[in-house]
């Protein structure tokens, strides 16, 4: 089992609808990431979360905006998305961010389908 | 632009087969280099990493990795694949000023027959 936990594990929203993602970690990680993989596609990173600060955003659209509450939780709110936006929605911890620091380990993923 | 690139795609062996599975990047000063693994309806985990000293890297599920910086070259291997093997296979690196991030390769689908 994986010791980050993403839920929903199967999420299907309208193109209108507003829903979030939640992600959970207790390994006193304080680096948290969202990536996203398309079908029979690497992961492709998201957002980087560093001691609950966005310190990474890769061009992401603002339909999707990220959330840190606290150090063991990262959200991503979803509205508006269009149909290309269907995914598997990753979360990843690592210690921190930094050479030397990785590994990061993976949740399961919310499996996203716009309709 | 940093990459990295699997060039097999799918790869299909029978049970006891030895595996080598190839993974170049693209990037000139110091990496760290992974191979993750992605069971059927699993998470992605870590077989194993390298960041520095001995380039022959023993991971868990008799896994290896060895690291040939000339050839820029991290190229996974197993002596003998077992049906539970099955999997997809995701080499990855994080190297240089942008430590933060993962960058993966394409990945390779490994079909073990029993």
């Known amino acids: 089992d994986t010791e980050v936990t993403q839920t929903p594990k199967h999420l299907v929203m309208g193109m209108t609808n507003k829903k979030s993602l939640k992600c959970e970690q207790h390994m006193g990680h304080r680096a948290m990431y969202w990536y996203k993989q398309k079908a029979k596609k690497p992961p492709e990173l998201m957002f980087v979360y560093s001691y609950e600060k966005l310190s990474i955003n890769e061009s992401v659209p603002s339909r999707f905006s990220p959330e840190c509450p606290n150090s063991s939780l990262l959200n991503l709110h979803l509205h508006a998305l269009q149909p290309e936006d269907s995914a598997l929605y990753l979360c990843?911890?690592?210690?921190?961010?930094?050479?030397?620091?990785?590994?990061?380990?993976f949740g399961d993923g919310t499996r996203l389908s716009i309709l | 632009a940093q990459s990295v690139s699997q060039h097999n795609h799918h790869v299909i062996l029978s049970e006891a087969a030895s595996l080598e599975l190839g993974c170049n990047y693209s990037?000139?000063?110091?990496?760290?280099l992974f191979w993750y693994v992605q069971y059927p309806g699993q998470h992605l985990q870590l077989l194993l990493k390298?960041?520095?000293?001995?380039?022959l890297v023993k991971g868990i599920k008799g896994f290896e990795a060895e690291f040939i910086k000339s050839k820029f070259s991290f190229n996974l291997r197993k002596p003998s694949v077992q049906w539970s093997d099955t999997a997809e296979y995701f080499c990855a690196v994080n190297a240089g000023d942008s430590s933060y991030k993962l960058i993966f390769g394409s990945g390779t689908r490994l079909l073990v027959r029993p």
């Open positions: 390298y960041f520095s000293g001995d380039p």
């Open positions: 990037y000139g000063g110091t990496v760290n």
């Open positions: 990843a911890s690592s210690q921190v961010i930094g050479v030397g620091n990785q590994p990061q380990h």
